[in-house]
């Protein structure tokens, strides 16, 4: 399966705008932004994505907990996540993997390879 | 599917808006913080964690590398004082200086809108506070990674530990350390993969950094492997930690080194003048000299790293010239490079037995000229550095510290400046060497000349005078600064808890110091900053004085 849409979620107006540019201009991806965890899993049915990227730090519901809602729904349970956080010391990246995370992003990301590093994470799966 | 000139544009919008808040943004957090002292509120401190974190994710992505690293050095201590109890004054006071100073870092980014593609490598921070060397280790072996970063922290080493490139490279792109340590076989085996992973990171990286090897096995492939892979250090396990130490400062050093200084002689002027221009647009100090006679004056206000020769000028040969230099002892380890368009084997080889190092053909190309000369100044540098050098600190010896005191006091005279001079003691070192032990005393002594070295500026000169005893030499300094820059010395130094077989202690140091306005030489310079170290130690020790003109100097 290839990989086309794509949800992000993040808080940070900023970043969204950002990520939505490149992933889409530079990656040709389709690009649906939650602000939080809570809009996510809200609208996660609805948009159907191949793959999601999520923020670790936000308010309200955080990143880890919005997978551990994603992992026990069984309509959401198998799609990849990836982390897109600035939280990467080993200790982190292992909870992540933990919680059957597919991969980890490092923030600050540089908009020019953020869709080739999605392409990576993505191909490393198969 | 890319239209990248709509992207860019795109893209600079996004980071102009972005800039804009960003001074709002700042502004705020300096707002929430004045005022506040060490019992904050939790729920403040804990917003102002989260706009850190923000900003240190999100700088970088907008081209502010800098603004992401400082605000995550930030971040980290906010989070400490969030879980472990309130800050003491002199962090807390510490941290809103630093967090006021985030403003400066937005500046110091150009303004070609370029992002973290071209995130430039950690070299150093805007106040030359927080200047701490930061490593990133790569080691499969848990035990000897957690006995690596303890014996490294000693040294002031922040290290962080990863079991593989992958989680390495998550941790460089969020924040690029100043060097990596990496086992060479974290598969235990030849070949040594560990090489291949590092090329291919540094290639998506896009950059390169300093990289120690950590081997278990010197078979001859595994060392050249290493060297194939870039490494600038290779050493055996178990590793010693006081030589890792020095070869990181060595890495760390190599980065930030001067322009090379490359005096031309050719009576060819058309032809000195291309290759000086050659030369300095590779970034290095060149000078020309188009008359022989003229070369040794030219030498001693230069201070060359390396000399140019023509072989064949009007006056004098090529090889006459250098036997000449070379009988003046400081010139013994210049590199000397002959050009010519000679071509006769023999004359070449006679032309090396005079006291030449090399050999460049006329017609040379541009990039020979540069590779060749670079690669020589680089290697004789290195030479040079290892002779001056005490072997245990890496500061220069007792008489290289001298002769540098000698040539600044010199120059603070003509030019009408003020320079210091320091001269600084451990206090009671000996208890050190007896109650712990001499390998103890020894990393004691090392980790003053690290901190030394990370507190004084690039321009500043230390050198170990005796056994536990420092000189340092500052050049357009006042007594004022270097009173004040002596007492922040001393009170970090106090602070650093060392740790043998389980047990901690510390030790403080004296310093006295003398200004060039006070002394007409340097012999009575050094005399005047002795007898305030004297006066710091019979004062009772742990502090700073400043030489008195009353005092006596004649000998007791």
């Known amino acids: 399966m290839s990989l086309k849409r794509i949800l992000y979620v993040e808080d940070e107006p900023d970043i969204q705008a950002v990520a939505k540019l490149a992933l889409e201009m530079v990656g040709g991806y389709q690009v649906m932004i939650c602000s939080g965890g809570q809009e996510a899993l809200d609208k996660v049915g609805g948009f159907a994505p191949d793959l999601i990227l999520l923020d670790v730090m936000m308010p309200g519901m955080d990143g880890l907990t919005t997978l551990q809602n994603l992992r026990t729904d069984p309509a959401t349970a198998t799609i990849p996540v990836i982390f897109l956080t600035a939280k990467v010391q080993p200790s982190e990246v292992a909870q992540y993997q933990a919680l059957g995370a597919l991969n980890v992003i490092a923030k600050p990301f540089d908009p020019m390879t953020l869709a080739a590093q999605v392409a990576a994470c993505w191909d490393s799966k198969a | ?556």
């Open chain 2, 1 to 556: 599917m890319t239209d990248s000139a709509d992207f860019g544009a795109q893209f600079a919008a996004l980071r102009g808006q972005y800039t804009e808040r960003l001074a709002n943004t700042l502004d705020e957090l300096v707002r929430r913080v004045s005022g506040q002292g060490t019992d904050i509120a939790p729920a403040i401190l804990a917003e102002l964690h989260a706009s850190l974190h923000k900003l240190a994710g999100s700088g970088g992505t907008f081209g502010f590398p800098e603004l992401s690293r400082q605000a995550r050095v930030l971040e980290v201590t906010a989070k400490n004082w969030l879980d472990g109890g309130a800050p003491e004054l002199v962090a807390w006071e510490a941290w809103k200086t630093d967090l006021s100073a985030l403003q400066q870092t937005i500046s110091m980014n150009d303004a070609s809108g370029a992002a973290v593609a071209e995130i430039k490598l950690p070299a150093s921070s805007l106040s030359g506070q927080r200047e701490f060397v930061r490593i990133i280790l790569i080691e499969g072996d848990q035990l000897v990674a957690d006995e690596l970063s303890k014996g490294l922290s000693q040294f002031g080493y922040e290290v962080t530990h990863c079991k593989d490139f992958a989680a390495a490279e998550l941790l460089i792109r969020a924040d690029p350390p100043n060097v990596l340590i990496a086992d060479i076989m974290l598969s235990g085996q030849i070949p040594a993969d560990s090489t291949e992973a590092l090329s291919s990171l540094f290639e998506r990286l896009g950059y390169r950094l300093p990289t120690v090897f950590l081997t278990k096995r010197m078979d001859f492939s595994v060392r050249l492997a290493a060297a194939q892979a870039g490494g600038g250090a290779f050493l055996a396990k178990p590793v010693d930690i006081s030589i890792l130490a020095g070869r990181i400062e060595m890495l760390l050093r190599e980065r930030e080194h001067a322009p090379f200084r490359v005096l031309i002689v050719d009576d060819d002027e058309v032809l000195a003048e291309h290759y000086r221009l050659t030369l300095e647009a590779a970034g290095m100090l060149v000078e020309k000299v188009c008359r022989p006679q003229e070369t040794l004056a030219a030498m001693q206000s230069l201070n060359p790293d390396l000399l140019i020769i023509d072989l064949y000028m009007p006056d004098c040969k090529g090889s006459d010239l250098a036997l000449a230099i070379r009988y003046e002892d400081m010139w013994m380890g210049l590199p000397i490079v002959y050009l010519s368009a000679e071509d006769d084997l023999n004359e070449q080889i006679k032309a090396l037995n005079n006291g030449g190092d090399d050999f460049l053909t006329k017609p040379i190309s541009d990039a020979r000229l540069v590779a060749t000369v670079r690669a020589r100044a680089a290697r004789a540098r290195k030479v040079g550095d290892l002779m001056s050098q005490d072997s245990l600190t890496g500061l220069l010896k007792h008489s290289s510290i001298k002769d540098r005191l000698a040539h600044e006091l010199e120059r603070a005279h003509r030019q009408g400046t003020v320079m210091a001079m320091a001269m600084v003691d451990m206090d009671h070192f000996k208890r050190v060497n007896d109650t712990w032990g001499h390998p103890m005393g020894d990393q004691v002594i090392k980790t003053l000349a690290h901190l030394l070295r990370q507190r004084l500026r690039r321009q500043d000169s230390i050198g170990r005078y005796g056994g536990e005893e420092f000189a340092i030499v500052l050049p357009e300094c006042t007594a004022e600064d270097a009173i004040h820059l002596l007492n922040d010395i001393r009170q970090r130094f106090s602070e650093i808890r060392f740790i043998h077989q389980g047990q901690s202690f510390s030790i403080t140091l004296s310093a006295g110091v003398a200004t060039s306005d006070q002394c007409a030489d340097a012999q009575s310079l050094l005399a005047a900053a002795d007898a305030a170290l004297y006066v710091a130690k019979d004062g009772g020790r742990n502090q700073v004085r400043q030489f008195a003109d009353d005092v006596d100097l004649s000998p007791q």
